[in-house]
């Protein structure tokens, strides 16, 4: 049994809103103690005293909506490629999105990523399904065989349902079996073809846009049928201010709804588009600095629950087009913490709030035990410097795709450890 003391640590937990001096032991994969203040005497022969000096100590981060190019493709991103990122990066857990070639819409090819991710992977994998056989939105997919395969949750991505006879029929059989959808709130029709928010911005620079619109209108049509079929649900992306208060109504209203947003949606705007840089095209696209400001008060308030990568690899060759051309997403396993910092270092949110959204709400949106710095929890935990500066160079990150918005970025985060059931699976050079 591994027995790891972590002394003189900035302890950060959002289960109780503290960020506090302190020490924690881990031993067998889980923790077995949280001492405040100085570290107790007479630990167990053999244990690895690691002093933090003073450097911040949370749960490990739980990204909903990684993109594992596996299986189609895999020179974009694989399982090794991806976990040792997360690892990098501080997430201990990846859910994994079935937007793959083919999509992860059978039994068979849900225990192909199982498998695949278990032998290359030094972080934790749990692979979402889909909800409609190749996310066509035309049949539901086997909901309860995927399920007893390992499925955490169902989810067709960006390829919004839209039929809504197929969707209630999919969230119906779901609140059966109890599992969770994810959705993505958009209305189809508006949004297709946009690579931008409509506004001046879009049209100065003559991009086809989408309105903030379209957000509200695809949540209000999933509220509804939340209403009707009393499924779980958690909105993978809500990005404009317009969207808030249908949300604020249906949690006020008892429906198990929770809601997140990404990361560039929180620390970019559509100004960042400028100059038609393809890297800054993510979906849905960059929204106002209106928009922006309050999707972190929402995560502020809670009302937004989860913060994540949506981790999106996409190759040069998919990027280097005219803007309206390019593939959209990002990679973000890396650069999720030290972007989230930011928002830690304007004042706008604290450190237990950010990791109450990257760590302990998605733990608990999943049913997981880990988010948490408890006695009996997981021993997966990243240990950071909150205030170590550096410029992103995206040569140097881990993913095989390198299509990251804050290339040749001023940051402040870096990560020195994290560990994943008590083990040490990345430590900083």
Do not use: W
């Not at 949370?58 to 991806?82: F, Q, T, W």
């Not at 957000?215 to 049928?225: N, S």
């Not at 958690?234 to 949300?247: G, K, N, S, Y």
Request: net charge negative; aromatic share 4%; with cysteine.
């Amino acid at each position: 049994m591994t027995h790891i003391h972590i002394t003189n640590a900035r302890l950060i937990d959002p289960e109780n809103g503290t960020d506090t001096l302190g020490s924690l032991t881990m031993a067998d994969g889980v923790i077995q103690a949280v001492h405040p203040e100085d570290s107790p005497q007479g630990l167990e022969t053999g244990t690895q005293v690691i002093d933090a000096r003073g450097k911040c100590l949370a749960p490990g981060i739980v990204d909903i909506g990684v993109k594992v190019c596996e299986p189609g493709e895999r020179h974009k991103e694989s399982y090794r490629s991806a976990g040792l990122a997360a690892a990098a990066g501080g997430v201990t857990t990846m859910a994994t999105r079935p937007d793959t070639l083919p999509a992860i819409d059978t039994p068979e090819v849900l225990e192909f990523t199982r498998r695949r991710a278990n032998e290359a992977a030094p972080v934790h994998v749990l692979p979402m399904a889909a909800l409609t056989k190749g996310r066509a939105g035309r049949e539901m997919t086997e909901i309860g065989f995927l399920m007893d395969a390992g499925a955490i949750a169902f989810t067709d991505c960006d390829h919004v349902i839209q039929s809504t006879k197929v969707f209630s029929r999919a969230l119906t059989y779901a609140r059966a079996m109890g599992a969770l959808v994810i959705a993505h709130p958009q209305d189809p029709g508006l949004s297709e073809g946009a690579a931008a928010t409509s506004g001046k911005f879009a049209s100065l620079y003559g991009l086809p846009a989408v309105s903030p619109m379209a957000e509200r209108m695809g949540l209000d049509r999933d509220i509804a049928l939340l209403e009707m079929t009393g499924a779980r649900y958690h909105a993978d992306q809500i990005t404009t201010a317009r969207a808030l208060p249908a949300l604020e109504r249906a949690k006020a209203n008892g429906l198990d709804i929770t809601a997140g947003t990404s990361i560039h949606h929180l620390t970019l705007n559509e100004l960042d588009v400028a100059g038609y840089r393809t890297f800054f095209k993510v979906k849905p696209p960059l929204r106002s600095e209106d928009d922006r400001q309050a999707i972190i008060e929402a995560v502020r308030t809670g009302l937004i629950d989860i913060i994540s990568s949506m981790h999106t690899p996409q190759d040069e060759e998919s990027k280097r087009l005219p803007f309206e051309q390019a593939a959209s997403g990002a990679v973000a396993l890396e650069t999720l913490l030290p972007a989230a910092l930011r928002l830690y270092h304007a004042g706008a949110l604290d450190l237990p709030t950010l990791f109450r959204a990257m760590s302990l709400n998605p733990a608990k949106r999943l049913g997981l035990p880990s988010g948490r710095l408890s006695v009996g929890t997981p021993a997966d935990l990243v240990l950071f410097d909150a205030d170590a500066p550096f410029i992103l160079d995206r040569a140097k990150l881990l993913s095989k795709s390198k299509n990251t918005p804050f290339d040749g970025a001023r940051m402040q985060g870096k990560v020195l450890a994290t560990f994943v059931d008590g083990h040490i699976v990345y430590e900083a050079p």
